[in-house]
């Protein structure tokens, strides 16, 4: 596979971090740029980023300089982006219409209907947007974008069930407070706490397991017709969103099928991200756990546990890893083994 340029936007925020670590020593991607805001840029990465994920940056990435967020600056064919919605309302867009691949992790632009949201293993046909996206935009690049990290757990668990005919689903995330960011919750908020709201989350798991789990026509994604209804909170853990299910399907398959269709699931895709269960069952009654098993795979497994009558289940995955950068990763690895980069 011949090696690709890199960038990543917003390299010294916690994403962005993460995008780091997992292209580091990437076989198919060379980091090239580093690129942040107008207060960073110029520094030594290793003085622009509070590097928090690790004891050491790797290899010598703390020597390099960071950008701007300027096409012009950036010295990449496919961009990474773990910017903040508002700023990748605006960034994103000039690095398609220059003709870089934005390989996104920001929720600017998943609900846009020329905009792929994509996971591998679960919907990689909706690609074909891109076609229609560069006609109607009239870009020489594109966007792609990975979902929300407590929307991929949910729909990667949810794409072995839909040859049961999927009805209805309801779900209660318990999500880590790396999820809103290093700042994102100050100690004196979650410790000893449950918070039982998180702005704007139970809309973006609604709708976006729809389009994921929808149809692509040839021109649009048709939504899958199945309800979703969400409650979302914050609880004080640092890594590992976990997530209760309740689902109707039509089907009526016994939680023994549901075990089977989990262990089965196979999309074989073969890109270096992809971990070798995509979905791990336990058959213990007290995991997932994150503290456990949210590193496994890479950070890219998801794990299933306690499968119920009903259906009822319980599924657990690394909010920053396959939630965030690690999706965005697998979304290029893909687009450049399928040639769409």
Same mark, same amino acid.
């Given at each position: 596979?011949?090696?690709?340029?890199?960038?990543?936007?917003?390299?010294?925020?916690?994403?962005? /971090?993460?995008?780091?670590?997992?292209?580091?020593?990437?076989?198919?991607?060379?980091?090239?740029?580093?690129? !942040? $805001?107008?207060?960073?840029?110029?520094?030594?990465?290793?003085?622009? !980023?509070?590097?928090?994920?690790?004891?050491?940056?790797?290899? *010598?990435?703390?020597?390099?300089?960071?950008? $701007?967020?300027?096409?012009?600056?950036?010295?990449?064919?496919?961009?990474?982006?773990?910017?903040?919605?508002?700023? !990748?309302?605006?960034?994103?867009?000039?690095?398609?219409?220059?003709?870089?691949?934005?390989?996104?992790?920001?929720?600017?632009?998943? /609900?846009?209907?020329?905009?792929?949201? =994509?996971?591998?293993?679960?919907?990689?046909?909706?690609?074909?947007?891109?076609?229609?996206?560069?006609?109607?935009?009239?870009?020489?690049? !594109?966007?792609?974008?990975?979902?929300?990290?407590?929307?991929?757990?949910?729909?990667?668990?949810?794409?072995?069930?839909?040859?049961?005919?999927?009805? *209805?689903?309801?779900?209660?995330?318990?999500?880590?407070?790396?999820?809103?960011?290093? *700042?994102?919750?100050?100690?004196?908020?979650?410790?000893?706490?449950?918070?039982?709201? #998180?702005?704007?989350?139970?809309?973006?798991?609604?709708?976006?397991? /729809?389009?994921?789990?929808?149809?692509?026509?040839?021109?649009?994604?048709?939504?899958?017709?199945?309800?979703? $209804?969400?409650?979302?909170?914050?609880?004080?853990?640092?890594?590992?969103?976990?997530?209760?299910?309740? #689902?109707?399907?039509?089907?009526?398959?016994?939680?023994?099928?549901?075990?089977?269709?989990?262990?089965?699931?196979?999309?074989?895709? *073969?890109?270096?991200?992809?971990?070798?269960?995509?979905?791990?069952?336990?058959?213990?009654?007290?995991?997932?756990?994150?503290?456990?098993?949210?590193?496994? &795979?890479?950070?890219?497994?998801?794990?299933?546990?306690?499968?119920?009558?009903?259906?009822?289940? =319980?599924?657990?995955?690394?909010?920053?890893?396959?939630?965030?950068? &690690?999706? $965005?990763?697998?979304?290029?690895?893909?687009?450049?083994?399928?040639?769409?980069?």
């Amino acid at each position: 596979m011949e090696t690709v340029n890199v960038g990543v936007l917003g390299a010294t925020g916690a994403v962005g /971090q993460r995008f780091i670590e997992a292209l580091a020593d990437h076989p198919w991607f060379e980091l090239t740029a580093l690129a !942040a $805001s107008e207060r960073s840029a110029g520094k030594p990465y290793a003085r622009a !980023a509070n590097w928090r994920l690790a004891s050491a940056l790797p290899n *010598d990435i703390g020597k390099e300089t960071v950008v $701007s967020m300027k096409p012009e600056e950036v010295e990449a064919d496919l961009v990474f982006s773990a910017l903040p919605a508002n700023v !990748a309302q605006t960034v994103e867009p000039a690095f398609a219409r220059a003709g870089a691949t934005v390989a996104s992790n920001a929720s600017a632009f998943r /609900q846009e209907p020329d905009v792929p949201l =994509i996971i591998p293993e679960v919907n990689s046909d909706h690609l074909g947007l891109l076609d229609v996206q560069r006609e109607t935009r009239n870009w020489d690049g !594109a966007i792609v974008t990975n979902p929300n990290c407590s929307v991929i757990m949910l729909a990667v668990s949810l794409k072995p069930l839909v040859t049961f005919g999927i009805e *209805d689903v309801k779900v209660a995330t318990m999500q880590a407070v790396s999820g809103a960011g290093y *700042d994102g919750v100050s100690s004196m908020a979650i410790l000893d706490n449950v918070v039982p709201y #998180i702005g704007g989350e139970e809309e973006k798991v609604e709708n976006e397991a /729809q389009k994921l789990l929808g149809t692509f026509d040839g021109s649009s994604i048709v939504d899958a017709s199945f309800g979703v $209804s969400a409650s979302c909170h914050r609880v004080p853990v640092l890594d590992g969103h976990t997530e209760a299910v309740w #689902i109707r399907l039509a089907d009526n398959p016994t939680p023994a099928e549901v075990r089977d269709a989990f262990l089965n699931f196979d999309p074989g895709l *073969d890109l270096p991200t992809e971990p070798e269960h995509v979905i791990i069952v336990h058959d213990e009654p007290d995991r997932p756990q994150p503290r456990l098993d949210r590193d496994r &795979g890479g950070g890219m497994s998801v794990s299933v546990g306690r499968i119920r009558e009903g259906i009822r289940y =319980i599924v657990m995955g690394h909010n920053t890893v396959r939630g965030a950068a &690690g999706a $965005s990763v697998l979304n290029a690895e893909f687009m450049l083994k399928s040639r769409l980069l």
